[in-house]
């Protein structure tokens, strides 16, 4: 059959089961999104690029779909990079598709010109630059695939005149060019896996991305009761485990839990699951070293290269993790060791998860006014449903979202991640709803974040995608402000924000805007909120006052100056 790059380009979306695809309409893709429609695909036309980026982000993380995102050549695409590194940062399978000039004007500086392979090298996990038409279907296949496998965006980097350009195609199915990727570990690996929880005094299992994505809850939670394990959740990824079961312990990492840090810091062996445990999950919080160098690490992740990465380890499992939770409650079920549930270990997580959330209702406070961004996030979190999805942007009042909010199944809470951008909430939130509509989907932001991507509830309105964006507004840069109250002795630059009134600005883009000043304007608001058809921002208005501490304790030291002109203004 003779096509062209175009019909080839949309014919590989459509063969991978595309429905969306997120970006900015330009001269270099009018061909093929000309035609998306006959092809069963819709293009959600944003505000500016990056949010492609974060919806496609958020469109994946919701629900397992691969997402898609695109933009014209040149700015469009340097508008893309924050996006794609987000996604990157959370490990998302997606597809970015950058049109470049035509192949004669490569290295001419034409206009709208840029080296679009160099910017995306480090934040993707493939990246293919397409040299002919006839390997468009070539290139589009082998970075869904690369995608899938190596969990990440994958770039396909097309000449914006190879989209015009005829040749003869042959379809090929999905399951003849890629695999699923699943990986079960070897059966010894598994044994000495099973032979370390079964001799351990005081285990505790660790769930992370993987577990949130793929993981098998009921095969973790039988693992847990055969060798009388807590079981906690990494930072960021609070959804990993059911956090009403009654052996989940809490969340480690910043605004985490004290009570599961403490005692995971008393652990002999652990089980980590889906996680590369990286510094930023790990290192201390309240002021205490809480991982446990001493204990018996098995570690398990899809990719043997995460393996001892960034902590040494004991054990390595190397595969999926729903597929190793399973091979493990298989080796241990068929032992004939005796169960070792304990109802002392489960009186003690029940005495220390209560403990912990009776101080965290003390630290919230009352209903004061100013409103403290503990009680309101703590009420929200109360008045959230059991399936709803919770974005959250990098600052300093969203840090306590890991603090109050519960969940009991995955693909529910998304995070900036260790790339720790700001914006990133509401964008996620935006794909997560296109993706899972019938899940309640709210984003939460500090003003600061909030500012940098408000434009785009003109796109949660043009796509009628009712999500509820709580900006918590205390006026300020208010990590930074932490940062300046702890290491530079509360000189104070560069932090206060002279907002407008996000409630009105969300009116005049067509959405419902509430302002909030009091936990009964936060109740009325937000039951009226979850009750909306349409995209709804409450600008809750919180206590400056009221701040988690530094962030990046280890990355800031005190302040010291050495050259006379500063040493006398440091006085």
Not at 156 to 180: C, G, K, N, Q, T
Not at 212 to 241: E, K, L, R
Not at 451 to 477: F, W
């Amino acid at each position: 059959m003779r096509v062209r790059g175009s019909e080839a380009f949309v014919e590989a979306l459509r063969i991978e089961g595309v429905e969306v695809v997120f970006g900015i309409n330009g001269s270099a893709i009018v061909d093929p999104l000309d035609l998306f429609d006959t092809a069963g695909i819709s293009f959600v036309q944003v505000r500016n690029e990056q949010n492609a980026g974060g919806m496609a982000d958020g469109y994946t993380q919701a629900s397992g779909k691969i997402g898609v995102c695109i933009g014209q050549n040149g700015p469009g695409i340097t508008n893309l990079v924050s996006g794609v590194a987000m996604a990157y940062a959370n490990h998302t399978p997606m597809v970015v598709v950058t049109p470049s000039v035509t192949t004669k004007q490569r290295g001419s500086h034409i206009v709208q010109e840029v080296d679009q392979m160099s910017l995306m090298s480090s934040i993707t996990v493939s990246q293919h630059q397409v040299s002919t038409a006839e390997r468009i279907p070539w290139a589009m296949r082998a970075a869904f695939r690369a995608a899938r496998i190596k969990r990440g965006p994958a770039q396909v980097d097309i000449p914006r005149d190879l989209f015009y350009e005829e040749f003869e195609y042959e379809e090929i199915a999905p399951e003849r060019y890629r695999h699923s990727g699943l990986t079960r570990p070897v059966e010894s690996d598994i044994r000495a896996a099973a032979d370390a929880l079964q001799n351990a005094e005081r285990p505790v299992i660790l769930c992370g991305l993987g577990v949130s994505q793929s993981g098998d809850m009921g095969a973790i939670a039988a693992i847990a009761d055969s060798v009388d394990a807590a079981i906690a959740t990494i930072y960021n990824h609070n959804d990993a485990f059911d956090n009403s079961h009654p052996r989940y312990i809490g969340p480690l990492g910043y605004c985490g839990s004290r009570f599961a840090m403490e005692y995971v810091a008393q652990a002999d062996v652990i089980l980590a699951l889906g996680t590369r445990l990286n510094m930023t999950g790990i290192m201390p919080q309240y002021d205490l070293d809480f991982w446990p160098r001493s204990a018996t690490l098995i570690m398990n992740d899809n990719n043997p290269l995460a393996l001892g990465a960034d902590t040494p380890f004991d054990v390595g499992l190397v595969g999926d993790c729903a597929e190793t939770a399973r091979a493990l409650e298989t080796e241990l079920t068929s032992r004939s060791a005796p169960v070792k549930s304990s109802e002392e270990t489960l009186a003690e997580i029940r005495e220390g998860k209560s403990q912990w959330w009776d101080q965290l209702h003390n630290e919230a406070g009352s209903a004061q006014t100013p409103l403290s961004p503990k009680l309101a996030l703590k009420k929200i979190a109360e008045m959230t449903p059991e399936d709803a999805i919770v974005t959250a942007d990098a600052g300093n009042a969203t840090s306590f979202v890991t603090t109050y909010f519960q969940f009991t199944q995955g693909r529910s809470l998304m995070m900036p991640g260790t790339f720790g951008s700001m914006g990133g909430a509401f964008s996620n939130a935006i794909g997560a709803k296109i993706s899972s509509p019938d899940r309640p989907v709210i984003a939460i932001s500090g003003d600061g974040a909030w500012g940098t991507g408000l434009q785009e509830v003109l796109t949660a309105v043009a796509e009628d995608a009712p999500v509820i964006s709580i900006v918590l507004n205390n006026g300020s840069l208010a990590a930074e402000r932490a940062n300046q109250m702890g290491f530079l002795e509360g000189r104070f630059f560069a932090c206060d924000l002279d907002n407008p009134d996000f409630a009105v600005i969300a009116e005049e883009m067509g959405a419902l805007g509430r302002s909030v000043r009091t936990l009964e304007d936060l109740e009325s608001a937000y039951s009226e909120a979850l009750s909306s058809d349409k995209p709804v921002v409450l600008d809750m208005h919180v206590d400056l006052a009221v701040l988690a501490p530094p962030r990046r304790k280890d990355a800031l030291q005190e302040r010291r100056r050495l050259h006379p002109r500063y040493v006398e203004d440091s006085n």
